[in-house]
């Protein structure tokens, strides 16, 4: 992971990995002007924060509840997380939204696709990118964010203005950071100024951006339940602040910082009432460390201030809130008649995980200390990712027996490739914010065709009474790893 840092400031060590032993002039100088950079982040002016308190008694806002009492679940709960993974990520899960805009629903009065069915989508990191971009401005995400994020070379933008004299001056005398930076470049020319309070909460989905609190080390939700604990406005808040939070790879970039105004309002305390189930023990265990960290905002003379790094430390898949917002949303009688009315219960995790092919092992040679501690954090991940999916997984098995209701838990990763080269191709992606057209061409089809020849995907379909139409890929590049005139079905397992 060290060496995803390192890629979020275009200082990937490449040269270790083609065996070269010398550095070039041009990384030296990227990495002395990016160390000084650092240096001269940890002298600058105090930082302001940028969020602002709420009005004495909250009631209204982005609210998870509120959301829930405006629209009719249906017979189908759909829910999509979208996992970390920089531009890699925010392709992936492109592609699985593009597969569901297709795909339509059998109605002789309406033409409705599994798109429009969607009630949530929770998401970490580069996930975050296309979440928040889809909830923002719903159907104009198939119109405009490729050009105004898949294709656009992000990161080489964030490090040219990283050598300017002007981010140098700000630097020097303001608390204007490398977050800062990103924060003000995502907002300008991704999210064009917009707030939580222009995602209109009478459409759907809802969108959970996770990011993790630093010093507690759980999960952070940017929605007005979780800024209501510390008597905060979410409306105002900017998205590209949170989508920042959410992607903010330590070391690489400084904590989004929230200020806690705790004791300036009345604030619904539903986060932190639930009482235990009783019959998961584990769960019930792992809620009560969240509720600890909630109830840790309330006490402002302890925590001032809130201190936000990348959402994929805590959970990089981002199945982990949804699992904590069943039991929240549930507590309220109305919309727990609605849930009662829900027939299944559908899960689409978008899974951006890789494995990369390493040299550790191909020589004697010790691995230098960032690929150690690269290999170390993967593994950690690796295990924690799978502990989450098993977690869900376990509790899907409980609720269907314990409410009869089906249970479809669709997990889109590369590793369902059986063409080993496909997979190579894949995991070799970098976790960057930049990757050629073609990569982008390929992840949004690898997302469409992984989706699309799920065993699970298929069995939802099939129970909905579903025809998948016949297509061939899109292929707009010869560098893509597929090949002309291959259909999806030939592709994955």
């Not at 990016?34 to 602002?52: A, D, F, H, R, W």
């Not at 003379?301 to 201190?307: A, G, K, L, N, Q």
């Not at 009688?333 to 092919?357: C, G, W």
């Not at 869900?392 to 990763?413: A, C, H, P, R, T």
Request: aromatic letters at 10%; proline letters at 5%; glycine letters at 6%.
């Amino acid at each position: 992971m060290l060496y995803g840092f390192l890629t979020q400031l275009g200082l990937r060590p490449d040269y270790a990995r083609s065996g070269n032993t010398g550095v070039s002039r041009a990384l030296k100088d990227k990495l002395l002007i990016v160390g000084l950079s650092i240096l001269m982040t940890s002298c600058s002016s105090v930082y302001k924060p940028q969020n602002e308190p709420s009005s004495p008694h909250p009631k209204a806002g982005y609210h998870l509840n509120t959301y829930s009492h405006q629209h009719n679940f249906g017979d189908t709960l759909l829910i999509l997380s979208f996992s970390g993974g920089g531009t890699r990520a925010a392709a992936l899960s492109y592609g699985v939204l593009q597969e569901l805009r297709e795909t339509y629903l059998p109605s002789k009065m309406t033409r409705r696709r599994l798109l429009d069915e969607i009630d949530m989508i929770s998401s970490v990191s580069g996930g975050s990118f296309t979440a928040a971009y889809y909830g923002l401005y719903g159907e104009d995400i198939f119109e405009t964010y490729e050009k105004a994020f898949l294709r656009q070379s992000i990161q080489s933008a964030l490090i040219r203005q990283l050598l300017t004299p002007t981010y140098w001056w700000r630097s020097l005398f303001t608390a204007f950071d490398r977050t800062e930076m990103a924060i003000e470049y995502y907002d300008t020319f991704i999210f064009n100024g917009a707030t939580f309070g222009d995602i209109p909460l009478e459409r759907r989905p809802y969108i959970l951006i996770n990011a993790t609190d630093l010093s507690a080390g759980n999960r952070f939700s940017f929605t007005q339940d979780v800024f209501d604990l510390f008597c905060s406005d979410l409306d105002k808040l900017p998205i590209a602040r949170a989508v920042t939070a959410s992607s903010a790879v330590p070391v690489a970039f400084p904590p989004v910082v929230m200020k806690n105004f705790a004791g300036q309002c009345d604030p619904s305390l539903s986060m932190i009432n639930r009482p235990p189930s009783g019959d998961d023990r584990l769960q019930d265990l792992r809620l009560e460390e969240q509720r600890q960290s909630y109830l840790g905002y309330l006490k402002k003379e302890r925590r001032p201030y809130i201190h936000l790094v990348d959402g994929g430390i805590s959970d990089n898949l981002g199945l982990r809130t949804v699992r904590e917002s069943f039991g929240y949303i549930s507590q309220d009688k109305s919309v727990r008649r609605e849930l009662s009315k829900v027939e299944r219960v559908v899960i689409i995790l978008v899974n951006a995980e890789v494995r990369p092919s390493t040299p550790m092992d191909l020589s004697s040679n010790k691995p230098g200390i960032a690929e150690t501690v690269d290999a170390v954090s993967n593994t950690q991940i690796r295990h924690y990712n799978l502990e989450t999916k098993l977690l869900l997984s376990n509790y899907g098995q409980k609720f269907m027996e314990k409410e009869g209701k089906k249970f479809y838990f669709i997990d889109v990763n590369f590793e369902s490739f059986k063409n080993d080269s496909f997979k190579r191709f894949f995991n070799n992606l970098p976790t960057s914010l930049e990757l050629k057209d073609s990569e982008v061409d390929s992840l949004i089809e690898g997302g469409r065709t992984l989706l699309r020849n799920s065993p699970e995907f298929k069995a939802l379909l099939e129970e909905l009474h579903i025809k998948q139409m016949p297509r061939s890929l899109r292929l707009e590049s010869t560098l893509s790893p597929f090949e002309e005139g291959a259909t999806p079905e030939t592709l994955v397992d």
